[in-house]
C-alpha cells in the first residue's frame, strides 16, 4: 500500500525557519509531481508550492522567496523549507503525490497531515 509520511511540523516564533519533509513508501515505479498544501483554520485547503520530477517548481504568491520545494527522486521524497515565516503561515500542512504510478496504477495520494504553528 502507496503512503506518504510527513514530518518536521511544530511551532515556531515568526521570522523562524522549519523544514517539512515527506516520504513516498510502498511498491512506487515513479511520482509525476510531489507538493505541498495547507489548511488554515476555517479556509479552504490551498497549493503552497508543487515540484515535478523533472524539477519544475511552482508556488503560491504568497509564498515566493520565502519558501523553497525540493524533491529526492531516488528516495521518493520531497522538502519543504520555510523561512521568514509569519503568523499567516500557520495551517495544517498536507502533502500531495500526483500521478503516483504503482502496482495499482496510477494514483493520487496524500499525506495525513502535519501542524504547523508560528507564534507572533
Known amino acids: 500500500q502507496v503512503q506518504l509520511v510527513e514530518s518536521g511540523g511544530g511551532l515556531v516564533q515568526a521570522g523562524g525557519s522549519l523544514r517539512l519533509s515527506c516520504a513516498a513508501s510502498?511498491?512506487?515505479?515513479?511520482?509525476?509531481?510531489m507538493g505541498w498544501y495547507r489548511q488554515a483554520p476555517g479556509k479552504q485547503r490551498e497549493l503552497v508550492a508543487a515540484?515535478?520530477?523533472?524539477?519544475?517548481?511552482n508556488y503560491a504568491d504568497s509564498v515566493k522567496g520565502r519558501f523553497t520545494i525540493s524533491r529526492d527522486n531516488a528516495k521518493n521524497t520531497v522538502y519543504l523549507q520555510m523561512n521568514s515565516l509569519k503568523p499567516e503561515d500557520t495551517a495544517v500542512y498536507y502533502c500531495?503525490?500526483?500521478?503516483?504510478?504503482?502496482?495499482?496504477?496510477?494514483?493520487?495520494?496524500w499525506g495525513q497531515g502535519t501542524l504547523v504553528t508560528v507564534s507572533s
Open positions: 500531495n503525490a500526483k500521478s503516483l504510478r504503482s502496482l495499482q496504477g496510477y494514483l493520487e495520494v
Open positions: 510502498g511498491s512506487i515505479f515513479s511520482i509525476n509531481a
Open positions: 515540484i515535478t520530477s523533472g524539477g519544475s517548481t
